[in-house]
C-alpha cells in the first residue's frame, strides 16, 4: 500500500477545510495529498472504513506541514525541513539512493505513519 504527496504543483491552501476527493490513483497509490490543500483517496476504499481514516490521517499530516511549510514539492523535487531530494520517474532520491515515493525512509513519511 502507498501513500504519496500528490503531482501537482500549486499554491498550498490552509488545511483547516481539507476537502477531501475519492478518484482512482496511480497502481498501489491509495492516497495522495496536494499543494491546494485538498487530499485524495482511492476509490477502491470503502468510504468511512478503518482504512480509509487511517489513509486520511496519514494524509492530513502532509497536508498541515506542507501549510507550515515544512515539506513541498514540485515535478522534480521534494523539499523536507530545508534540505531539497531530487525526484523523478516515482521515486526520490535520499541520502545517495533513490526509494519509491511513500517509503517507511523519508522523514516526512515516518511522521505520517505515525498519525495513522
Known sequence: MGFKLGRENRDFKSSKNVKISRKNLDSGVLGEAYNDGSIAVDKSVEP????????????????????????????????????????KDGKIKYNGKWYEEGSDVFPWEKRAKKAE
Open 48 to 87: 468511512d472504513s478503518a482504512l480509509d481514516k487511517r489513509i486520511q490521517r496519514h494524509e492530513m499530516v502532509h497536508a498541515k506541514e506542507m501549510e507550515e511549510g515544512r515539506i513541498s514539492y514540485g515535478g522534480d523535487y521534494v523539499r523536507a525541513d530545508g534540505k531539497t531530494y531530487p525526484r
